[in-house]
């Protein structure tokens, strides 16, 4: 949601590319955005609910090629150690910006580990879900090709 406030808070602004995978845009069919939906207990000042729905003005068809995610179901409880799929633009080996999507398969972290000291300091709040590896190097910012 964070990305969505002051000058970009207008949909017109926006645009989702759908079936984008590499960078510059290539054969990615954009659509224009209609409505922002922004979560009703998020606040500017902090990172929780920070999560926001855009209303397509079109609807979107999924063909095979395009794949919806799935979004854990309100109350879902994950145990930590479960293995999920992030995927991300971030920096590579080289601490280079990607310009390809990658993918990786991490460990959930348990909120009590990722909110100790040296790890992400108490920012960590019942309402986020922490993944990835302490020792670092695999994250949706800093993704490695599989």
């Given amino acids: 949601i964070h990305r969505f406030y002051g000058q970009f808070a207008h949909p017109t602004v926006w645009s989702v ?9 290539n054969g990615a069919r954009a659509l224009a955005v209609e409505r922002i939906i922004y979560h ?3 606040r ?3 990172l929780d609910y920070d999560i926001a729905l855009m209303k397509l ?4 068809i999924f063909n095979g090629f395009v794949e919806p995610i799935c979004l854990p179901n309100f109350g879902e409880q994950f145990e930590e150690g479960t ?9 590579t080996e080289d601490g280079e910006g990607s310009m390809a ?14 909110s100790q000291p040296g790890v992400y300091q108490g920012f960590i709040t019942p309402w986020m879900i922490c993944a990835g590896y302490l020792e670092g190097g695999t994250d949706s910012c800093q993704v490695h090709s599989l």
Avoid: D, F, N
């Fill in 57 to 60: 003005a079109q609807p979107l």
């Fill in 44 to 46: 500017p000042k902090g």
């Fill in 101 to 114: 999507l990658h993918s990786a398969r991490v460990p959930l972290i348990s909120t009590k580990v990722c």
């Fill in 40 to 42: 009703g207990r998020y």
């Fill in 17 to 25: 590319h759908v079936g984008l995978t590499e960078q510059p845009i």
């Fill in 83 to 91: 293995m999920c799929w992030i995927s991300g633009w971030g920096a």
